[in-house]
């Protein structure tokens, strides 16, 4: 059964920094693409980064240059760094792969 769950949001000021886990389990991670949306409210969810098996990455414009997407396929594991956070980043944020999402972490971004 895949399986994807997301760790790490909360609440952060303008200009903070967060990281975001996503544990995966019952496929074979370290051959599958990995990908973060996030979904404000009101709004329609969005892209924001995928990783592909061989490290190769790419961003959505809006977090290109603050937000890094990593794995470690030891871990069965992915992740999204997150750095100099604006308010309009505030959104529930998942991981997808294999056509499977995860629940989501609410990331506020917040003064």
């Known amino acids: 059964q895949v399986q994807l769950v997301e760790s790490g949001g909360g609440l952060v000021q303008p200009g903070g920094s967060l990281r975001l886990s996503c544990a995966a389990s019952?496929?074979?991670?370290?051959?599958?693409?990995l990908m973060w949306y996030r979904q404000a409210p009101g709004k329609e969810r969005e892209f924001v980064a995928y990783?592909?098996?061989?490290?190769?990455?790419s961003y959505a414009n809006s977090v290109k240059g603050r937000f890094t997407i990593s794995r470690d396929n030891a871990k069965n594991s992915g992740y999204l760094e997150m750095n100099s956070l604006k308010s309009e980043d505030t959104a529930v944020y998942y991981c997808t792969a294999l056509g499977t999402w995860g629940q989501g972490t609410q990331v506020t971004v917040s003064s």
């Open positions: 019952g496929f074979a991670f370290s051959s599958s693409a």
């Open positions: 990783i592909l098996p061989n490290g190769m990455t």
